[in-house]
């Protein structure tokens, strides 16, 4: 009877986060952070950036309408995409990540920075064929922006930015251990940060961080580790893509100094199919000057 009993709580705890599993894969949440900075002292109230990474091909309602609705509500000055809205491998399509974005290209200035699996593709012709040409070539007709190793300077609500997209070397996203990033990658390919400039820094990957806050960022947006795919209470997310362990940056708004790091917990998945007590999110950005 007593082991009866066991089995039977088990099943019933298994049964529940298997529950929980399939409800944070088909559901997302909306999280705001708010940034203050010195170098924003005089922006005006309300100013709001959408920043979406690892959508993975993940669709919330026939044509992502549900997402779309809540980023339409939010109205913000821009969206900021940080990497991976596809799934880069041999025989994806990436239709779904195409019209999403092309949609929201229709309503707002998007900006778009490639993660690991759109620069796969595009450093990999030989083996990809031109999927991310014709990818990059329907998005930039409706609009988009991409930032691949540029920057772009913007006024938004009375002050100045300075929006960076940087591709990290491709050896950089290796399973298993972190490569050492070459001294003088980061300058080599984006150039040197302007220290009167507010400088956004999206850069896919926050293993590198300490080298993104050399470089000179004040706000960092990474994702890639989808929150950690499973999050545990006062320790964060257990596993990294790379298959690492406790990464210290999984997901979350962490503040080093006067810089801001937003870290997005992504919205979708791709390879391990699985979130729990880690839900997928859409992260609003709400800038303001230093009180």
């Given at each position: 009877?007593?082991?009866?009993?066991?089995?039977?709580?088990?099943?019933?705890?298994?049964?529940?986060?298997?529950?929980?599993?399939?409800?944070?894969?088909?559901?997302?949440?909306?999280?705001?952070?708010?940034?203050?900075?010195?170098?924003l002292?005089g922006?005006?109230?309300?100013?709001?950036?959408?920043?979406?990474?690892?959508?993975?091909?993940?669709?919330?309602?026939?044509?992502?309408?549900?997402?779309?609705?809540?980023?339409?509500?939010?109205?913000?000055?821009?969206?900021?995409?940080?990497?991976?809205?596809?799934?880069?491998?041999?025989?994806?399509?990436?239709?779904?990540?195409?019209?999403?974005?092309r949609?929201?290209?229709?309503?707002?200035?998007?900006?778009?920075?490639?993660?690991?699996?759109?620069?796969?593709l595009?450093e990999?012709?030989?083996?990809?064929?031109?999927?991310?040409?014709?990818?990059?070539?329907?998005l930039?007709?409706?609009?988009?922006?991409f930032?691949?190793?540029?920057?772009?300077?913007?006024?938004?609500?009375?002050?100045?930015?300075?929006?960076?997209?940087?591709?990290?070397?491709?050896?950089?996203?290796s399973?298993?251990?972190?490569?050492?990033?070459?001294?003088?990658?980061?300058?080599?390919?984006?150039?040197?940060?302007?220290?009167?400039?507010?400088?956004?820094?999206?850069?896919?990957?926050?293993?590198y961080?300490?080298?993104?806050?050399?470089?000179?960022?004040?706000?960092v947006?990474?994702?890639?580790?989808?929150?950690?795919?499973?999050?545990?209470?006062?320790?964060?997310?257990?596993?990294?893509?790379?298959?690492?362990?406790?990464?210290?940056?999984?997901?979350?708004?962490?503040?080093?100094?006067?810089?801001?790091i937003?870290v997005?917990?992504?919205?979708?998945?791709?390879?391990?199919?699985?979130?729990?007590?880690?839900?997928?999110e859409?992260?609003v950005?709400?800038?303001?000057?230093?009180?």
């Amino acid at each position: 009877m007593y082991f009866k009993g066991i089995l039977t709580a088990a099943a019933a705890a298994a049964a529940c986060l298997c529950g929980e599993i399939w409800r944070e894969l088909h559901h997302f949440r909306v999280v705001t952070y708010r940034l203050k900075s010195k170098k924003l002292e005089g922006i005006g109230n309300n100013v709001r950036f959408v920043f979406l990474s690892d959508l993975h091909n993940q669709t919330y309602g026939k044509g992502n309408k549900r997402l779309l609705k809540k980023i339409k509500e939010t109205d913000p000055a821009l969206v900021l995409i940080g990497g991976d809205m596809l799934v880069g491998k041999k025989g994806k399509s990436y239709g779904s990540a195409l019209d999403f974005v092309r949609e929201l290209a229709g309503q707002f200035p998007v900006y778009y920075a490639n993660g690991n699996h759109e620069q796969r593709l595009k450093e990999m012709p030989e083996r990809y064929g031109d999927v991310y040409a014709q990818y990059k070539e329907e998005l930039e007709a409706a609009g988009v922006h991409f930032l691949e190793n540029s920057s772009q300077e913007l006024f938004c609500g009375g002050c100045k930015f300075r929006l960076t997209g940087l591709e990290i070397p491709a050896e950089c996203y290796s399973h298993f251990r972190k490569v050492r990033m070459p001294e003088g990658a980061i300058e080599e390919r984006i150039g040197e940060a302007k220290a009167a400039d507010y400088e956004i820094l999206l850069a896919h990957n926050p293993t590198y961080m300490e080298e993104y806050l050399e470089w000179g960022a004040d706000l960092v947006l990474s994702g890639h580790l989808h929150g950690g795919i499973v999050r545990l209470p006062g320790v964060g997310g257990a596993l990294s893509p790379a298959f690492s362990l406790f990464p210290k940056y999984s997901g979350g708004h962490y503040r080093e100094g006067e810089r801001d790091i937003v870290v997005s917990k992504g919205l979708g998945v791709h390879t391990v199919c699985v979130r729990l007590f880690n839900p997928a999110e859409l992260v609003v950005l709400e800038l303001g000057g230093e009180e």
